[in-house]
């Protein structure tokens, strides 16, 4: 399993999000601002199978993406 972290331009989330949810995946969102001229970005939180990782990887293209090993994954 996977964390992937994505930081998605403000003007964008609405439709990427959107995207992820019609392919069945979901996302912790949280805004975040930063860059150069510190314009508002939001960071999605996104768990994944790795055998699902690529598919999510291309519906983020476009967006700064890392991609975490996760050793343990519990839902409660």
Known sequence: MK????IIQDT???QKLN?????GFSATKLAST?????AGNT?????????KLESLMQ???????FVLNVERFERI
């Not at 930063?34 to 510190?38: I, S």
């Not at 960071?43 to 055998?51: Q, R």
């Not at 519906?59 to 993406?65: P, R, S």
């Open 12 to 14: 964008e989330v609405t």
């Open 59 to 65: 519906l983020l293209e476009g967006a700064t993406v």
């Open 34 to 38: 930063g860059g150069f001229l510190k």
């Open 43 to 51: 960071t999605l939180l996104i768990g994944v199978d790795d055998h």
């Open 3 to 6: 964390l992937v972290i994505t």
């Open 19 to 23: 995207t992820l949810t019609e392919n």
